[in-house]
């Protein structure tokens, strides 16, 4: 078994944290939204939580910009009816191709809960 510093710990959950909240950020401009990926440091002091914490917050959303787009002539594709599902299934994702190892399994158990792997 690998011994992991708390700091080493520490680094792995803020990238796995930057991406996972990097990921949401990823798919909601694609779609035509805008927002911004938060990462903070947890100061709680529990050591059972994720050092770093982190929240996609949207400023624009995907709908109103299409609708601008074809007000003003603009050639946009439909957005896809599950796109709310797929932003939210997204920073599952970036963390799964930051890690090279896919697990169905645990990315389905942790979604709701996710950032802390």
Request: hydrophobic share 35%; net charge negative.
């Amino acid at each position: 078994m690998i011994d992991y510093r708390e700091e080493q710990i520490a680094a792995r959950e803020l990238r796995n944290t930057a991406y996972h909240e990097a990921g949401h950020k990823l798919l909601y401009e694609r779609f035509g939204g805008a927002g911004d990926a938060i990462v903070w440091k947890n100061e709680s002091g529990n050591s059972e939580e994720c050092a770093w914490l982190g929240q996609f917050r949207p400023r624009t959303c995907p709908e109103e910009m299409h609708k601008v787009a074809l007000k003003h002539g603009f050639a946009v594709p439909e957005l896809p009816a599950n796109r709310k599902m797929l932003v939210g299934m997204s920073g599952l994702l970036a963390e799964e191709i930051l890690s090279g190892e896919p697990d169905a399994g645990r990315s389905f158990a942790g979604f709701g809960s996710a950032g802390c792997s």
